[in-house]
T-cell receptor
C-alpha cells in the first residue's frame, strides 16, 4: 500500500519566520502535487513537480521533488498570516493512476 | 473559483437513505475524480472517470457508485447511508488526458447522516 506521510502534522509559528514541511513515501511517484485547503473549501492546486530533483518557486514558497521521486518539501520564507491553512501533498502512481493524498500539515501563522 | 461546480452544498439525510451528489467539471476537462474527506481519514480517493469510462478506483465502498455522462458531468450515488458516511465529498477535474497531474477541486458537498 502506497502511503504519503506529511510532517509535521501541526505547525504554529510567528509571522516572518521561515518553515519547511515534508512529504515522504517509500514509493516512487510519476508526479507530486501540493495543495492548500482552507476550512470548508476544496483544495487549491499550488504546484506540480514531475522530474526528480526539480525545484519550483511560487513567490515565497519553494517546492522540491526528491531525486528519487519519493519525497518532497515545501519551504515558506517570511511566513505571513495569509499562509495559514492545510497543506496537502498528493502523489500520482505510475502503475495505476491512483492518487494518494497525505493527511496534511495544518499551518497557523500568528500575526 | 476553480470552475468546478458541485451541488448541493449541504445535504442532511437519515441512515438507510440514498443520495446523489452532482459535479460539473471545468470546461474542456475530460477527467473527473471523487474524494471523501473526514477529519480522521483525510482526503480519500474514491474513483476517477475519463471521458465517460471508469479509469481508476480507490477506496470506494460497494454501497457507493458513480458515473460520468456524455456531457461530462458526473454523479456520485451513496446508498444505505450510515452515520460514518458523514463527510465532505469533493469532485475534481483534470485537464490532461487521463493522467492525474493537476486537479481542480469543486467547493464540496457536506453530507450529514443523522
Amino acid at each position: 500500500t502506497q502511503l504519503l506521510e506529511q510532517s509535521p502534522q501541526f505547525l504554529s509559528i510567528q509571522e516572518g519566520e521561515n518553515l519547511t514541511v515534508y512529504c515522504n513515501s517509500s514509493s516512487v511517484f510519476s508526479s507530486l502535487q501540493w495543495y492548500r485547503q482552507e476550512p470548508g473549501e476544496g483544495p487549491v492546486l499550488l504546484v506540480t513537480v514531475v522530474t526528480g530533483g526539480e525545484v519550483k518557486k511560487l513567490k515565497r514558497l519553494t517546492f522540491q521533488f526528491g531525486d528519487a521521486r519519493k519525497d518532497s518539501s515545501l519551504h515558506i520564507t517570511a511566513a505571513q498570516p495569509g499562509d495559514t491553512g492545510l497543506y496537502l501533498c498528493a502523489g500520482a502512481s505510475d502503475r495505476d493512476d491512483k492518487i494518494i493524498f497525505g493527511k496534511g500539515t495544518r499551518l497557523h501563522i500568528l500575526p | 473559483d476553480s470552475g468546478v461546480t458541485q451541488t448541493p452544498k449541504h445535504l442532511i439525510t437519515a441512515t438507510g437513505q440514498r443520495v446523489t451528489l452532482r459535479c460539473s467539471p471545468r470546461s474542456g476537462d475530460l477527467s473527473v475524480y471523487w474524494y471523501q474527506q473526514s477529519l480522521d481519514q483525510g482526503l480519500q480517493f474514491l474513483i476517477q472517470y475519463y471521458n465517460g469510462e471508469e479509469r481508476a478506483k480507490g477506496n470506494i465502498l460497494e454501497r457507493f457508485s458513480a458515473q460520468q455522462f456524455p456531457d461530462l458531468h458526473s454523479e456520485l450515488n451513496l446508498s444505505s447511508l450510515e452515520l460514518g458516511d458523514s463527510a465532505l465529498y469533493f469532485c475534481a477535474s483534470s485537464p490532461r488526458g487521463g493522467r492525474p497531474y493537476e486537479q481542480y477541486f469543486g467547493p464540496g458537498t457536506r453530507l450529514t447522516v443523522t
